[in-house]
């Protein structure tokens, strides 16, 4: 069956990095997108982009540039999600989720903690 | 792009029907049939329950169902039970490869 499957939940100080990891099983993995959602302690989903899977373009959401890098590594089907110079505005709980044909998420990580607090 | 506006409770008691809205744009839900919605449990994956507006993934039970009009996409669930009580989020597509998911409804079942 498919299932992705998050890395742990993580404490940081402000200004370090993490990365975030979401493996993909139950499926050829480079025949789906996987995307990145956030969400924030008490508030919504926010859509953060997706990586493509066969040519490991990413896209990335308006106000998820720059600090936020979506990576692959295909021979272990592995999506990554990479938060560099951390801020307490970061804390939140990120999800994977793969899109396969239709322009929905049809399964989805666990999630992820991410915890920025010095 | 702002997100698409949902009622932030929704209740109801078992058995009744409930149904909760997700307004939008037109570059958003109005231009597109491809609206999808997803139940959240505390600690639980995810569980993506509509799509392409109306059509329900394989397993999901028929109590679910989506329409649309005009700007604003609609989740129905009919026959409440106990444990449809979670967060449900609605998401559109927003072309150029974008998305935008809703603000979320705690639905209650009294």
């Known amino acids: 069956q498919v299932q992705l499957v998050q890395s742990g939940s993580e404490l940081k100080k402000p200004g370090a990095s993490v990365k975030v990891s979401c493996r993909a099983s139950?499926?050829?993995?480079?025949?789906?997108?996987i995307n990145w959602v956030r969400q924030a302690p008490g508030q919504g989903l926010e859509w953060m982009g997706w990586?493509?899977?066969?040519?490991?373009?990413?896209t990335y959401a308006q106000g998820f540039t720059g600090r936020f890098v979506f990576s692959l590594d295909t021979s272990v089907s592995t999506a990554y999600l990479q938060i560099t110079s951390l801020e307490p505005d970061d804390t939140a709980v990120y999800y994977c989720?793969?899109?396969?044909?239709?322009?929905?998420?049809?399964?989805w990580g666990q999630g992820t903690l991410v915890t920025v607090s010095s | 792009q702002s997100a698409l506006t949902q009622p932030a409770s929704v209740s109801g008691s078992p058995g009744q029907s409930i149904t909760i809205s997700c307004t939008g744009t037109s570059n958003d839900v109005g231009n597109y049939n491809l609206v999808s919605w997803y139940q959240f449990h505390p600690d639980k994956a995810p569980k993506f329950i509509i799509y392409e507006g109306s059509k329900r993934p394989s397993g999901i039970s028929n109590r679910f169902s989506g329409s649309k009009s005009g700007n604003t996409a609609s989740l129905t669930i009919s026959g409440l039970q106990a444990e449809d009580e979670a967060d449900y989020y609605c998401c559109s597509y927003a072309g150029g490869g974008t998305y935008v998911f809703g603000t979320g409804t705690k639905v209650t079942v009294l």
């Open positions: 139950g499926y050829t993995f480079t025949r789906a997108t």
């Open positions: 989720a793969r899109t396969s044909g239709t322009y929905a998420y049809d399964y």
């Open positions: 990586i493509s899977t066969n040519t490991g373009n990413p």
